[in-house]
């Protein structure tokens, strides 16, 4: 499966949505998440994040953000169509620390 980690959290820009052939993208206040049960592993999500939030959980380290995927793709709605980022997205592009900071 392909996770999207805390990179996402304040920029949502959504394109990641548009591409998803099986609209497995569910969407919280601050960002999305994949939905590791429904994820065919297609890959075409990770190069259209502007973020680079998306990555496959084969790179080291994801644990904690395959398990916030898993979880919060069972609770929050799921989100089929691209829309606008917030205003201050670019803001937060690349900042270090953002889940202790804005995650909701
Ligand atoms: Fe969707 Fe493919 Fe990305 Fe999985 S890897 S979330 S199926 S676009
Ligand atoms: Fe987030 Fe990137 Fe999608 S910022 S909403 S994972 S395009």
Redesign the pocket.
Known sequence: ??VVTDACIKCKYTD?VE???????YEGETMLV??PS?????????P?CPAEA?L?DTESDLEQWLELNAKYSAEWPNITSQKDPPEDADEHKGEEGKFDKYFT
């Not at 591409?19 to 993208?25: G, I, T």
């Open positions: 499966t392909y990641c591409v998803c052939p099986v609209d497995c993208f994949i939905n429904e994820c065919i592993d297609c890959g075409v999500c990770e259209e998306i496959p």
